[in-house]
Nanobody, 122 residues
Framework: QVQLVESGGGLVQPGGSLRLSCAAS????????MGWFRQAPGKERELVAH???????NYADSVQGRFTISRENAKNTGYLQMNSLKPEDTAVYYC????????????????WGQGTLVTVSS
């Protein structure tokens, strides 16, 4: 069984920073693409950042220049560094990853974390 465990959410003031972590555990053969999504109250879930297994990144326009997605493959962990946070960044943030388990012949499986709440407020 493979799981994604998120951490790092919380309350932060506007202009502050947070780093979210997403640690994968279980019988992992390899991890493909990873991404961070968020869902604000009353809004649809949206893609925040995406990183391929090769390190190519993409960002939503709303976070470009402020957020950085990264990964440490040896630790099976992904990160989202969030700087210059704004109240409109308030949302539940979800980690997502394509994971190839030990039974790699079954193909990649899409796994989601449980979500972590980020609140940006004075």
């Amino acid at each position: 069984q493979v799981q994604l465990v998120e951490s790092g959410g919380g309350l932060v003031q506007p202009g502050g920073s947070l780093r979210l972590s997403c640690a994968a555990s279980g019988s992992i053969f390899s991890i493909g693409a990873m991404g961070w999504f968020r869902q604000a109250p009353g809004k649809e879930r949206e893609l925040v950042a995406h990183i391929t297994s090769g390190g190519t990144t993409n960002y939503a326009d709303s976070v470009q220049g402020r957020f950085t997605i990264s990964r440490e493959n040896a630790k099976n962990t992904g990160y989202l560094q969030m700087n210059s946070l704004k109240p409109e960044d308030t949302a539940v943030y979800y980690c997502n990853a394509d994971i190839l388990t030990s039974d790699w012949y079954a193909g990649y499986r899409e796994v989601w974390g449980q979500g972590t709440l980020v609140t940006v407020s004075s």
